[in-house]
């Protein structure tokens, strides 16, 4: 049943990173786009990529935590490194990326959350102003903290080093 478990753990973690692959190419594009239309369809592209990222990443903990006990790894301190660099990667995209997009959402005439289709458009920020935020480098610090932090707890799962 272990070997099971941590296939179930890999497949959620294939799950999450599907869903959230869509957000990191929406962040690629959201660069380049200034048509305010293609910019709300690119928002809301994102915000339903949200739910597989969020099963996946509830899936990954719940799978990797029943693995570490059938495993027996609780009392080993990769596990627990890889444990709280997860969580701590989870909180630093919420909070610097969230604040982000909410920025973006905002410029574009939409609430933080909210799809196109739920809510009416609000007011539309400058073009200049729009542009300082799509121009931001806050998606590059976000994909290379996530990726070297998933880089990391790779390495902690497979080498087990302490």
Not at 130 to 155: D, K
Request: charge should be positive; glycine fraction near 8%; aromatic fraction near 12%.
């Amino acid at each position: 049943m272990y070997g099971f478990m941590v296939y179930l753990h890999i497949a959620s973690v294939f799950l999450f990173l599907l869903g959230h692959g869509t957000s990191v190419n929406v962040a690629l594009v959201l660069r380049r786009e200034r048509n305010l239309d293609r910019i709300r369809a690119l928002l809301d592209l994102s915000l339903y990529s949200y739910l597989g990222l969020m099963v996946g990443l509830v899936l990954l903990l719940l799978t990797g935590i029943i693995a570490g006990f059938m495993g027996s790894h609780w009392g080993r301190w990769w596990i627990w490194a890889a444990l709280v660099l997860l969580i701590a990667l989870f909180v630093f995209m919420s909070v610097y990326g969230a604040q982000y997009y909410s920025r973006i959402r905002i410029a574009v005439g939409l609430k933080p959350y909210r799809r196109t289709d739920q809510v009416a458009l609000g007011e539309v920020q400058s073009e200049t102003e729009l542009a300082t935020l799509l121009n931001s480098n806050r998606p590059m610090i976000l994909m290379l903290v996530g990726v070297i932090g998933l880089l990391i707890i790779l390495w902690l799962m497979m080498f087990k080093p302490f």
